[in-house]
């Protein structure tokens, strides 16, 4: 009975959310980035029981077992609950694995860390195949947790650029060459979404990327949940501080959208930050 209820109010606190934030419609074609984690697939599950038209697109970053059994799980997934998976590969896109293309560009020199290198070339990823195949929303796994982190991060950062992209509805302005992302997770904690990933019993790894031990993030993870354990309410708290703050920072005018010289995709200077990547790795 207490599990029946929890999904009930899991489930209700998403439509609440879809509604509130007016991240999209029935009308809408969305796609939903999974990674064979617990809050895209979680994510993906709802909506689709929710009735709205998706599809499902991973990218595989190809670090090993742990991208191959994430993989795995989706595919299963999407295959119980009759929903098209586009999978993407960074081996056929960019040549390489993540891991290797790290190693390459520390070689040169390039220190990037594996979770700002593995964002930058997901997020470009995304972008480039929800326009191909023409969806209208790229829905995420973010929940409530992350935006906290989030906040943090750049507030410790003084990005007031990022803090004002930041929210249910990321980015700043609506353009062609930008699928709109949207987090039908926002107000759900990652505590939550675990529980309702657990009595639904999905294929999950629960266990963090390996890549991600030495991460930025992990150490605001780390301060926000000894923080929450004397303070249930900071995380939301956050949330609601940020949401307060981001239309003070928000441009009045809209933005316009630059985009990259050599591939077309949005970008901040004549070329974005993945054809700066792929330019040095083909550096001799």
């Known amino acids: 009975m207490a599990n029946t209820k929890f ?59 742990y991208t191959k059994t994430n993989l795995e799980n989706i595919k299963k997934v999407c295959k119980k609950y ?73 507030a410790f950062r003084n990005d007031t650029k990022r803090l004002g992209r930041q929210g249910p509805i990321s980015g700043i302005t609506k353009s062609k060459d930008f699928v709109q992302r949207v987090k039908p997770l926002y107000l759900l904690s990652e505590e939550e979404v675990k529980r309702y990933s657990k009595i639904l019993k999905f294929p999950v790894n629960y266990e963090i990327c390996p890549c991600s031990v030495n991460a930025y993030r992990r150490e605001f993870i780390n301060i926000l949940n000894l923080f929450e354990e004397k303070h249930p309410d900071v995380k939301y708290n956050l949330l609601k501080f940020h949401e307060f703050i981001a239309e003070k920072v928000k441009p009045k005018k809209a933005v316009k959208i630059e985009l990259c010289k050599t591939c077309g995709e949005p970008a901040s200077n004549d070329t974005c930050k993945t054809c700066q990547i792929l330019d040095e790795l083909k550096k001799k």
């Not at 009308?27 to 994510?43: E, F, L, R």
């Not at 020199?109 to 929303?137: E, M, P, Q, T, V």
Request: charged share 30%.
């Open 82 to 154: 009759k929903i098209k998976l586009h999978v993407i590969s960074f081996r056929e896109e960019f040549g390489t694995s993540l891991c290797y293309m790290q190693s390459i560009l520390k070689s040169k020199g390039h220190d990037y860390a594996s979770c700002k290198l593995c964002g930058i070339l997901k997020r470009y990823l995304l972008n480039k195949y929800s326009k191909k195949l023409k969806f209208d929303f790229l829905a995420t796994g973010h929940n409530l947790d992350d935006e906290a982190q989030t906040f943090l991060m750049n």
């Open 7 to 65: 999904v009930e109010y899991f489930e209700k606190k998403v439509r609440k959310t879809i509604r509130k934030y007016k991240l999209f419609t029935k009308k809408d074609k969305i796609a939903v980035a999974v990674s064979g984690g617990k809050d895209s697939t979680v994510c993906l599950y709802i909506l689709k029981k929710l009735g709205y038209d998706l599809e499902a697109i991973t990218i595989d970053a190809n670090i090993g077992n």
